[in-house]
T-cell receptor, first 116, second 115 residues
Framework: GAVVSQHPSRVICKSGTSVKIECRSLDFQATTMFWYRQFPKQSLMLMATSNEGSKATYEQGVEKDKFLINHASLTLSTLTVTSAHPEDSSFYIC????????????FGEGSRLTVL | AQKITQTQPGMFVQEKEAVTLDCTYDTSDPSYGLFWYKQPSSGEMIFLIYQGSYDQQNATEGRYSLNFQKARKSANLVISASQLGDSAMYFCAMSPDTGRRALTFGSGTRLQVQP
Protein backbone atom coordinates (compact mmCIF):
# COMPACT_ATOMS: atom_id res chain seq x y z
CA GLY A 1 0.00 0.00 0.00
CA ALA A 2 0.92 3.65 -0.20
CA VAL A 3 3.49 4.90 2.29
CA VAL A 4 3.71 8.24 4.03
CA SER A 5 6.85 8.98 6.01
CA GLN A 6 7.38 11.59 8.70
CA HIS A 7 10.64 12.89 10.05
CA PRO A 8 11.73 13.27 12.77
CA SER A 9 9.74 10.78 14.81
CA ARG A 10 10.81 12.45 18.03
CA VAL A 11 12.25 15.88 18.69
CA ILE A 12 13.11 17.75 21.85
CA CYS A 13 13.83 21.45 21.64
CA LYS A 14 14.28 24.45 23.87
CA SER A 15 11.56 27.01 24.31
CA GLY A 16 11.82 29.77 21.73
CA THR A 17 13.39 27.68 18.98
CA SER A 18 11.77 26.52 15.75
CA VAL A 19 11.24 22.93 14.69
CA LYS A 20 10.56 21.58 11.21
CA ILE A 21 8.65 18.35 10.62
CA GLU A 22 8.62 16.73 7.19
CA CYS A 23 5.88 14.61 5.66
CA ARG A 24 6.69 12.70 2.49
CA SER A 25 4.59 10.51 0.27
CA LEU A 26 7.07 7.87 -0.83
CA ASP A 27 5.36 6.14 -3.71
CA PHE A 28 2.62 8.46 -4.87
CA GLN A 29 1.98 12.10 -5.56
CA ALA A 30 -0.10 13.86 -2.96
CA THR A 31 -1.78 17.05 -4.08
CA THR A 32 -3.31 17.40 -0.64
CA MET A 33 -1.86 16.66 2.76
CA PHE A 34 -3.44 17.17 6.15
CA TRP A 35 -1.75 18.03 9.44
CA TYR A 36 -3.20 16.91 12.74
CA ARG A 37 -2.24 17.44 16.36
CA GLN A 38 -2.92 15.01 19.16
CA PHE A 39 -2.49 15.89 22.82
CA PRO A 40 -1.99 13.03 25.31
CA LYS A 41 -5.04 10.84 25.77
CA GLN A 42 -7.01 12.93 23.29
CA SER A 43 -8.18 12.55 19.74
CA LEU A 44 -6.63 13.93 16.57
CA MET A 45 -7.55 17.49 15.71
CA LEU A 46 -7.12 18.87 12.21
CA MET A 47 -4.74 21.82 12.12
CA ALA A 48 -4.55 22.61 8.44
CA THR A 49 -4.95 21.37 4.91
CA SER A 50 -1.86 21.68 2.77
CA ASN A 51 -2.27 22.03 -0.99
CA GLU A 52 0.67 21.70 -3.36
CA GLY A 53 1.63 25.03 -4.82
CA SER A 54 -0.77 27.14 -2.80
CA LYS A 55 -1.26 28.44 0.71
CA ALA A 56 -2.42 26.11 3.42
CA THR A 57 -5.92 26.36 4.81
CA TYR A 58 -5.89 26.57 8.59
CA GLU A 59 -8.60 25.48 10.97
CA GLN A 60 -10.15 27.99 13.31
CA GLY A 61 -7.95 28.66 16.31
CA VAL A 62 -4.71 27.52 14.67
CA GLU A 63 -2.19 30.32 14.31
CA LYS A 64 -0.83 30.32 10.78
CA ASP A 65 2.17 32.44 11.75
CA LYS A 66 3.14 29.95 14.41
CA PHE A 67 2.54 26.77 12.45
CA LEU A 68 4.05 27.38 9.04
CA ILE A 69 3.08 24.88 6.40
CA ASN A 70 4.82 24.55 3.07
CA HIS A 71 3.81 22.11 0.34
CA ALA A 72 6.43 22.84 -2.28
CA SER A 73 6.23 19.56 -4.18
CA LEU A 74 3.79 16.75 -4.79
CA THR A 75 5.65 14.49 -2.37
CA LEU A 76 6.65 16.80 0.47
CA SER A 77 4.85 18.98 2.99
CA THR A 78 6.59 20.57 5.96
CA LEU A 79 5.24 21.90 9.24
CA THR A 80 7.43 24.38 11.09
CA VAL A 81 6.56 25.20 14.68
CA THR A 82 8.04 28.64 15.21
CA SER A 83 9.12 29.99 18.58
CA ALA A 84 7.99 26.79 20.24
CA HIS A 85 6.67 26.85 23.80
CA PRO A 86 5.98 23.97 26.22
CA GLU A 87 2.26 24.12 25.39
CA ASP A 88 3.16 23.20 21.78
CA SER A 89 4.41 19.83 23.00
CA SER A 90 2.23 17.32 21.22
CA PHE A 91 2.07 14.50 18.71
CA TYR A 92 1.91 15.89 15.17
CA ILE A 93 0.78 13.57 12.42
CA CYS A 94 0.24 14.09 8.73
CA UNK A 95 -1.89 12.29 6.23
CA UNK A 96 -1.91 12.32 2.46
CA UNK A 97 -4.49 11.51 -0.14
CA UNK A 98 -3.56 9.34 -3.07
CA UNK A 99 -5.28 10.64 -6.15
CA UNK A 100 -8.98 11.26 -5.92
CA UNK A 101 -10.07 7.80 -4.88
CA UNK A 102 -12.62 7.70 -2.11
CA UNK A 103 -11.19 6.43 1.13
CA UNK A 104 -7.55 6.56 0.05
CA UNK A 105 -6.02 8.42 2.98
CA UNK A 106 -2.69 7.38 4.46
CA PHE A 107 -1.00 8.53 7.64
CA GLY A 108 2.62 9.14 8.51
CA GLU A 109 4.15 7.63 11.62
CA GLY A 110 3.77 10.86 13.58
CA SER A 111 6.26 13.19 15.24
CA ARG A 112 6.39 13.66 18.98
CA LEU A 113 7.50 17.18 19.90
CA THR A 114 8.65 18.02 23.39
CA VAL A 115 9.45 21.64 24.16
CA LEU A 116 11.49 22.20 27.30
CA ALA B 1 -20.31 20.55 10.41
CA GLN B 2 -19.61 16.95 11.21
CA LYS B 3 -19.52 15.17 14.52
CA ILE B 4 -18.35 11.72 15.49
CA THR B 5 -19.32 10.20 18.83
CA GLN B 6 -17.67 7.22 20.45
CA THR B 7 -19.37 6.55 23.76
CA GLN B 8 -17.08 3.78 25.01
CA PRO B 9 -13.87 5.20 26.51
CA GLY B 10 -12.66 1.67 27.26
CA MET B 11 -13.61 -1.88 26.40
CA PHE B 12 -12.40 -5.29 27.54
CA VAL B 13 -12.71 -8.47 25.52
CA GLN B 14 -11.47 -12.00 26.01
CA GLU B 15 -9.05 -13.36 23.47
CA LYS B 16 -10.80 -15.14 20.57
CA GLU B 17 -14.10 -13.40 21.33
CA ALA B 18 -15.78 -10.84 19.08
CA VAL B 19 -16.17 -7.21 20.13
CA THR B 20 -18.19 -4.29 18.81
CA LEU B 21 -16.93 -0.72 19.09
CA ASP B 22 -19.67 1.87 18.76
CA CYS B 23 -19.62 4.94 16.57
CA THR B 24 -22.38 7.37 15.70
CA TYR B 25 -22.06 10.36 13.46
CA ASP B 26 -23.87 13.48 12.43
CA THR B 27 -23.47 15.31 9.16
CA SER B 28 -25.44 17.35 6.67
CA ASP B 29 -23.28 16.26 3.75
CA PRO B 30 -25.11 14.04 1.25
CA SER B 31 -22.02 11.94 0.61
CA TYR B 32 -19.40 11.01 3.12
CA GLY B 33 -16.92 8.34 4.07
CA LEU B 34 -16.54 6.55 7.36
CA PHE B 35 -13.23 5.19 8.58
CA TRP B 36 -11.84 3.18 11.44
CA TYR B 37 -8.22 3.48 12.53
CA LYS B 38 -6.19 1.62 15.12
CA GLN B 39 -3.57 3.51 17.10
CA PRO B 40 -1.15 1.37 19.11
CA SER B 41 1.06 2.88 21.80
CA SER B 42 3.65 3.73 19.14
CA GLY B 43 1.26 6.39 17.84
CA GLU B 44 0.97 5.42 14.21
CA MET B 45 -2.50 5.43 12.70
CA ILE B 46 -3.29 2.10 11.08
CA PHE B 47 -6.13 2.09 8.59
CA LEU B 48 -8.61 -0.69 9.23
CA ILE B 49 -11.71 -0.22 7.14
CA TYR B 50 -13.66 2.27 5.02
CA GLN B 51 -17.36 2.62 4.21
CA GLY B 52 -18.76 5.04 1.68
CA SER B 53 -22.15 6.51 2.40
CA TYR B 54 -23.54 5.18 -0.86
CA ASP B 55 -22.14 1.70 -0.46
CA GLN B 56 -24.97 -0.79 -0.29
CA GLN B 57 -23.05 -3.51 1.47
CA ASN B 58 -21.24 -3.35 4.77
CA ALA B 59 -17.47 -3.19 4.40
CA THR B 60 -15.34 -6.10 5.53
CA GLU B 61 -11.56 -6.44 5.79
CA GLY B 62 -10.38 -9.72 7.22
CA ARG B 63 -11.41 -9.85 10.88
CA TYR B 64 -12.86 -6.34 10.70
CA SER B 65 -16.36 -5.51 9.56
CA LEU B 66 -18.27 -2.29 9.67
CA ASN B 67 -21.92 -2.44 10.68
CA PHE B 68 -23.26 0.53 8.73
CA GLN B 69 -26.78 1.63 9.60
CA LYS B 70 -27.36 4.79 7.64
CA ALA B 71 -30.79 5.62 9.03
CA ARG B 72 -29.41 5.38 12.55
CA LYS B 73 -26.22 7.18 11.56
CA SER B 74 -24.09 4.51 13.12
CA ALA B 75 -20.94 2.81 11.90
CA ASN B 76 -19.90 0.27 14.48
CA LEU B 77 -16.69 -1.71 14.09
CA VAL B 78 -16.85 -5.43 14.74
CA ILE B 79 -13.62 -7.28 15.43
CA SER B 80 -13.97 -11.03 15.28
CA ALA B 81 -11.68 -13.52 17.01
CA SER B 82 -9.85 -10.89 19.06
CA GLN B 83 -6.10 -11.24 19.43
CA LEU B 84 -3.78 -9.84 22.08
CA GLY B 85 -2.27 -7.61 19.42
CA ASP B 86 -5.62 -5.92 18.93
CA SER B 87 -5.14 -4.03 22.21
CA ALA B 88 -4.95 -0.37 21.18
CA MET B 89 -6.91 2.83 20.77
CA TYR B 90 -9.53 2.73 18.04
CA PHE B 91 -10.78 5.86 16.32
CA CYS B 92 -13.84 6.28 14.19
CA ALA B 93 -13.61 9.11 11.68
CA MET B 94 -15.55 10.60 8.83
CA SER B 95 -14.85 12.78 5.84
CA PRO B 96 -17.18 14.57 3.45
CA ASP B 97 -17.20 13.88 -0.25
CA THR B 98 -16.95 10.11 0.28
CA GLY B 99 -13.68 10.44 2.13
CA ARG B 100 -11.80 12.75 -0.16
CA ARG B 101 -11.35 15.51 2.40
CA ALA B 102 -9.95 15.92 5.91
CA LEU B 103 -11.08 13.55 8.62
CA THR B 104 -13.05 14.41 11.73
CA PHE B 105 -12.24 11.98 14.51
CA GLY B 106 -14.17 10.64 17.44
CA SER B 107 -12.71 10.59 20.93
CA GLY B 108 -11.59 6.99 20.62
CA THR B 109 -12.11 3.70 22.44
CA ARG B 110 -9.30 1.91 24.23
CA LEU B 111 -9.64 -1.81 23.66
CA GLN B 112 -7.86 -4.28 25.91
CA VAL B 113 -7.81 -7.92 24.92
CA GLN B 114 -7.38 -10.26 27.86
CA PRO B 115 -5.84 -13.73 27.60
Amino acid sequence: GAVVSQHPSRVICKSGTSVKIECRSLDFQATTMFWYRQFPKQSLMLMATSNEGSKATYEQGVEKDKFLINHASLTLSTLTVTSAHPEDSSFYICSARQGNVAGELFFGEGSRLTVL
Amino acid sequence: AQKITQTQPGMFVQEKEAVTLDCTYDTSDPSYGLFWYKQPSSGEMIFLIYQGSYDQQNATEGRYSLNFQKARKSANLVISASQLGDSAMYFCAMSPDTGRRALTFGSGTRLQVQP
